[in-house]
């Protein structure tokens, strides 16, 4: 598999999901670290206190293995240290942060490691916007996972050719509260299918909710409107099929637009999604390319889980 040479994240482990032990392989592999959990933005929208007790909360979940990072500014590092003192264990698991820097990249980077030293914190990650990139791509540490977020437009491409040229990631907006800046599953495809073939792994963010394509409220206001909303098993199953060697070159593309949870059915030692069979090892290539999705909500995702009877 073209994606053996890539290192598997490394994923917190909790109690097991009420799953058969070959089911909870197949999803472990899929679903493992998947959240970085980004409960301070919209549509949450959470104060600091209460992100960071969700994140505590969590942890110590059934469903903690799922689990990635917490996501959040680094200018607002300050005040998570601040609120996240009375959660901390000295002797426990460091709490990986997935941190969100604006330029110059390497300077705040070098104020947020020295704001979390000495304490059980992690910088597993960074997230940048930048507006300079190629400045950005070479001021960061080589062996720190970035994650650049791109646009998709006619110079998605090249964007994605200079961050595989400089080992960084890429990011990928995959919704919005606004149903005219939620991408197409054209447009989706065509960004898997570029990583793909420069081999550059990738994260997504926004709008991954829900694990099947559907339509879905954009907020959590009374009466939101609603828009047709791209689902995390949707995305994240076709990038797999996308690296399977043996796959038809397009059947990825399909898979994004399948909008009944019917579809997707979990079996032993694969997961079926209509006429594809996608293996737990096919699987396990596919997550060290697709890597994580941020959301605001931990909890939205597991309960439409359990009510497809997946956990």
């Known amino acids: 598999m073209i994606w053996d040479t890539l ?3 490394v994923f917190l482990e909790g109690e097991p999901a009420a799953v058969s032990t070959a089911e909870s392989t197949v999803l472990r592999e899929l679903l493992g670290g998947i959240v970085d959990y980004a409960g301070l933005f919209p549509p949450a929208g959470l104060a600091m206190s209460a992100a960071v007790e969700n994140f505590a909360r969590y ?14 500014p680094a200018a607002r590092l300050g005040e998570f240290v601040a609120a996240v003192q009375p ?24 104020l947020a490691e020295a704001t979390v030293e000495g304490l059980p914190l992690h910088v597993a990650a960074v ?21 650049f977020e791109v646009a998709l437009s006619p110079t998605l491409l090249e964007s ?11 990011k990928l907006r995959t919704g919005s509260m606004r149903a005219a800046e939620i991408p197409t599953s054209v447009q989706i495809a065509e960004f898997i299918d570029a990583c793909a073939t420069l081999r550059l792994p990738f994260k997504a963010t926004a709008g991954l909710h829900h694990p099947v394509r559907g339509d879905h409220a954009l907020n959590y206001e009374t009466d939101a409107p609603r828009a047709t909303m791209h689902g995390f098993l949707n995305v994240f199953l076709a990038a797999s099929l996308r690296v399977d060697p043996v796959a038809d070159a397009g059947a990825f593309e399909s898979l994004l637009n399948e909008d009944s949870a019917a579809a997707f059915r979990l079996e032993e030692e694969s997961v079926l999604v209509g006429e594809y069979r996608i293996s737990v090892d096919t699987i396990a290539a596919g997550r060290r390319f697709a890597r994580s999705f941020g959301s605001c909500s931990f909890e939205e995702p597991i309960e439409d889980l359990r009510r497809m009877g997946w956990l």
Request: hydrophobic share 40%; charged share 20%; with cysteine.
């Open 7 to 9: 290192p598997h994240r």
């Open 59 to 72: 942890r110590k979940s059934g469903h903690s293995w799922m689990l990635g990072a917490f996501v959040l």
């Open 87 to 110: 959660w901390l264990e000295p002797d426990g698991e460091p709490w990986p942060l997935s941190l969100l820097l604006g330029s110059p990249v390497d300077e705040n980077l070098r």
């Open 127 to 147: 997230e940048c916007r930048s507006d300079a990139l190629a400045q950005d791509l070479s001021s960061l540490p080589p062996q720190l996972d970035a994650y």
């Open 160 to 170: 994605l050719e200079s961050l595989a040229a400089a080992g960084r990631f890429a």
